[in-house]
């Protein structure tokens, strides 16, 4: 696995006059990850310049490098840990993020101040996933199949993908004796640069299912006859893609999305130390590019039943409406206290649609805006100013998470279960009722402090099952509640009076609580799971019992963590 963070950032700041200034941000991100057994990290980039007309191509493919017969996996069967074998995939994602930002902030008179800016992002994603073919059909040589042609295999191609994002936006900031207003208003557009299909019943034009897809029907009646089908008959792939069975082009370019988006925030004092402020504003998001660019070959294999999912570039982006309201009073010289309620009401969520290939049977999922959702809640919050060395903050939420679906491929895994989707709100896997959250600062000395940074959330849902099958509706468990205290000290000193020390000592999870993160859906529990009440202790090979089997430390959060560090600085 190779994995290669590059990132570079120009910005300057301008001074215009007393009551405007300017700020222009360049910035390059690069992120690159590849895996593959070969420990050269450009192996991808030979496999990629291989890429032709063939169906096959064995470059690159050494047969010392794969060696593994991959019927190791078939021995240990049932509930046994694997004896061997070898990645047999060839992973290569690049992402691109270029960015051009710029804000002007201006007070204009005593009660104004104006700020506008625009932001300008160019991303390019290169991405290729293949898996090296190495069985009795291929004689045991290690191939790997053209990912162009080839449905075990996904690629962006050369160029890659590269949607263009862009917005803009201005915002008065009014400020009175007795008041303080905030107006703005956004203007997003996203540009997924992209193509979705006109005829979903055919997907793919390289491997068409339709006959008259495959054959040019000459005689005008809407069939093909068994005459027509003949090789000097066949249609191109060019033919293809100018008409399809319909008289259409096979794909579409899909047009940019754009949202306006109006913001507003009021705050007024009530009392001499406390103030009202309530705020509305609307709220864009893109689709994440995996639900966009997802199956970039368009490929629904004949046969293969309910088994793929396919992006979709034409989704409206997620649109969130929220209104909070809240109250902060200050008592005494040193605590302060705020109660803040808020509504978010969400739209166009990610969903998945089930399509009809031509072949009978076969089903695929395409992503799709259909899911909503909303979350409500009340925050409780108190906070001690630093006095006497000691100084904290504790809050308390209750929040309310619901929508008819938390995973976009929740109605794609129902057709393949034959389960009915759900029409009713459900919990979301991320609805966590109560949570509370606190930090403690204490300052023995003024060069060095000791906190406890601790937090409480109430079980996450799941849903339950039994003998891998749903028994009610989606998230109807909860998972235990989890708890942890982490402690954070420093200490600095100096030396010589020209060299500053600094000491630090951090413990994570100081109790070594063993919180249970992921648990087996029979149970609730990450401690044991209901299959040895049906499943025998050993089978296969008997390599382990399904006890040890069942072993799972990574449902857990991380044990206890000591950091210690040092670091020295010229005062």
């Known amino acids: 696995i190779f994995s290669t963070n590059d990132g570079n950032l120009f910005r300057a700041d301008l001074s215009l006059n007393q009551s405007t200034f300017a700020s222009v941000m360049f910035s390059q991100a690069e992120n690159h990850y590849r895996s593959h057994l070969s420990d050269d990290s450009t192996f991808y980039k030979k496999i990629i310049d291989e890429y032709g007309d063939d169906n096959y191509s064995t470059s690159h493919l050494d047969t010392t490098l794969y060696e593994a017969d991959p019927r190791i996996f078939d021995y240990a069967s049932g509930n046994n840990f694997n004896v061997g074998g070898q990645s047999m995939v060839i ?9 051009l930002k710029g804000e002007l902030t201006s007070q204009v008179n005593k009660e104004h101040q104006v700020k506008t800016g625009f932001e300008y992002r160019l991303t390019n994603i290169t991405m290729s996933d293949l898996t090296v073919q190495y069985n009795s059909g291929t004689a045991f040589q290690p191939y790997y199949l053209n990912p162009i042609k080839s449905p075990k295999h996904d690629t962006f191609g050369t160029d890659g993908r590269e949607p263009i994002e862009w917005s803009i936006y201005l915002q008065d900031k009014i400020e009175q004796d007795q008041m303080v207003v905030n107006i703005g208003l956004r203007y997003d557009f996203f540009d997924p640069k992209w193509k979705v299909l006109n005829d979903t019943e055919d997907p793919n034009y390289l491997e068409p299912l339709k006959p008259i ?3 040019f029907d000459t005689d005008k009646d809407g069939e093909i006859s068994d005459e027509e089908m003949t090789d000097n008959n066949r249609k191109s792939d060019d033919d293809r893609l100018d008409s399809n069975a319909n008289g259409e082009n096979w794909f579409r370019h899909v047009s940019p999305k754009t949202q306006f988006s109006p913001r507003f925030a009021l705050a007024f004092p009530i009392t001499e130390t406390g103030y009202m402020h309530f705020s509305y504003g ?5 689709p994440s590019f995996s639900y966009i660019y997802d199956n970039p070959e368009f490929e629904v294999p004949a046969a293969s039943g309910v088994s793929n999912t396919m992006g979709n570039a034409d989704m409206q982006p997620q ?13 005494g010289t040193d605590i302060g206290i705020e109660v803040t309620g808020y509504f978010k009401d969400i739209r166009n969520l990610n969903s998945t649609e089930i399509k009809k290939s031509f072949v009978a049977g076969d089903r695929y999922g395409m992503y799709v805006n259909k899911d909503h959702a909303n979350s409500r809640g009340i925050t409780l919050a108190v906070s001690k100013r630093s006095l006497q060395n000691f100084s904290g903050n504790v809050d308390y939420t209750y929040s309310v998470s619901e929508g008819n679906a938390s995973d976009p491929t929740a109605a794609f895994y129902d057709e393949q279960s034959d389960i009915e989707p759900e029409k009713v709100l459900v919990p979301l896997d991320w609805d966590q009722r109560h949570t509370i959250n606190g930090t403690m600062t204490y300052h023995p000395i003024p060069t060095s402090g000791i906190s406890l940074v601790f937090n409480y959330g109430s079980g996450f849902p799941y849903t339950t099952e039994f003998i891998g099958i749903r028994t009610a509706f989606e998230n109807n468990g909860l998972k235990p509640s989890t708890f942890n205290v982490d402690m954070r000290s420093y200490m600095n000193f100096s030396i010589m009076r020209k060299f500053m020390i600094s000491a630090h000592i951090n413990v994570y999870n100081l109790f070594d609580i063993r919180n249970e993160l992921t648990v087996f859906n029979d149970t609730g529990r990450s401690t044991y799971s209901l299959n040895r009440t049906y499943t025998p202790q050993y089978s296969g090979p008997m390599l382990n019992s399904l ?13 206890r963590q000591i950091k210690v ?6 005062k």
Not at 91 to 99: C, E, G, L, P
Not at 319 to 331: A, H, L, P, W
Not at 547 to 559: F, L
């Open 565 to 570: 560090g040092l670091s020295i600085s010229l």
């Open 91 to 99: 992973y290569n994602r690049k992402s691109t993020v270029r960015t």
């Open 319 to 331: 649109r969130t409406t929220q209104y909070e309201v809240g109250f902060s009073q200050q008592i």
């Open 213 to 215: 897809n495959t054959y």
């Open 282 to 286: 609307h709220f864009f998001q893109n």
């Open 547 to 559: 006890d040890e089997y069942q072993v799972r430390p990574d449902y857990y959060s991380p044990p």
